[in-house]
């Protein structure tokens, strides 16, 4: 028979085992839980990771888009400035130098297309003899002289010169200068003439220059265009145009029609202004 004692016993060891699987199968569970969790966490974690590391390559090749859509809109913006400021330089430089290039070519191309001869300096410097060198240019001095309105006149000179007499008369002056066109008078005084064509037999077309002196910042010239005829060593002084101011300049062009000589000087002052000389 089972004392009490016994069956305490035996339900105190039951209630102990009871007590121990319940424990057990609570810690089973809880971990179960805990492991399940994590897994979730992990997992959510990882996914999380993941669509922000997709988020950030989205992210980063939009912004590689958008730099690169930008850089072309720079590079066209700037291309294009760089185009047209060209384009208007160009045009700017072109309109600026307009007035030159149709200047030149009224001075320098229609003449020519006018059926007009350029004057010649160089090569016809020596084309008026007498007694076989060039005419001294005190000669020339003296007729510009006293025929240029700006300057008072020494002498009333006649139509003609006879240059043996004219030698003879000025013979010092003459043996100091014998084979240049220029007389100079002193540091800021010369005159100058230019033979440009024998127009005609024993006459000639010549340019005069005179500079009559500089002041403190310009300078004072005048000039006339001549026809001469010579014959022996008589100088006849024919139809002549005196400038009377510092513009015209020299002859650039002439051109001979019938009894007439028609010129085109240097100068703005006469760019349209009609010149010429009857024989």
């Known amino acids: 028979m089972t004392t009490i004692r016994e069956w305490l016993s035996h339900l105190r060891n039951k209630t102990?085992?009871?007590?121990?699987?319940?424990?057990?199968?609570?810690?089973?569970?809880?971990?179960?839980i805990l492991d399940t969790e994590i897994d979730e966490i992990k997992s959510k974690s990882k996914s999380t990771l993941k669509n922000i590391d997709e988020k950030l390559v989205d992210a980063s090749e939009t912004f590689k888009s958008d730099v690169s859509?930008?850089?072309?809109?720079?590079?066209?913006?700037?291309?294009?400035?760089?185009?047209?400021?060209?384009?208007?330089?160009?045009?700017?430089?072109?309109?600026?130098?307009l007035p030159s290039i149709i200047s030149s070519f009224?001075?320098?191309?229609?003449?020519?297309?006018?059926?007009?001869t350029k004057a010649k300096y160089i090569e016809n410097s020596d084309i008026m003899q007498?007694?076989?060198?060039?005419?001294?240019?005190?000669?020339?001095?003296?007729?510009?002289?006293?025929?240029?309105?700006?300057?008072i006149s020494e002498v009333e000179i006649g139509e003609q010169i006879d240059l043996k007499k004219f030698y003879k008369d000025n013979q010092s002056l003459v043996n100091n200068l014998k084979t240049s066109n220029t007389y100079k008078l002193e540091t800021n005084?010369?005159?100058t003439y230019?033979?440009?064509?024998?127009?005609?037999?024993?006459?000639?077309?010549?340019?005069?220059?005179?500079?009559?002196?500089?002041?403190?910042?310009?300078?004072v010239d005048t000039r006339g265009y001549y026809l001469f005829e010579l014959n022996d060593s008589i100088l006849k002084i024919g139809d002549h145009y005196l400038t009377g101011t510092v513009h015209p300049g020299d002859i650039k062009f002439y051109k001979i029609e019938n009894n007439k000589i028609l010129l085109k000087?240097?100068?703005?002052?006469?760019?349209?202004?009609?010149?010429?000389?009857?024989f």
């Open 194 to 219: 230019s033979p440009i064509a024998e127009v005609r037999e024993n006459v000639f077309l010549v340019n005069i220059y005179f500079m009559t002196g500089c002041g403190m910042s310009i300078c």
């Open 130 to 151: 007498f007694e076989g060198s060039t005419i001294h240019p005190y000669v020339f001095y003296y007729i510009h002289r006293n025929l240029e309105p700006r300057l």
């Open 106 to 116: 009224k001075d320098e191309i229609v003449p020519y297309l006018q059926n007009y």
């Open 265 to 278: 000087v240097e100068g703005y002052a006469v760019d349209d202004k009609k010149i010429e000389l009857t």
């Open 16 to 32: 102990k085992q009871s007590v121990e699987k319940t424990k057990a199968e609570t810690q089973k569970t809880y971990n179960k």
């Open 69 to 97: 859509k930008t850089s072309k809109k720079i590079g066209k913006f700037v291309y294009k400035f760089l185009k047209y400021s060209l384009i208007l330089i160009v045009i700017g430089g072109f309109l600026f130098t």
């Open 189 to 191: 005084f010369y005159v």
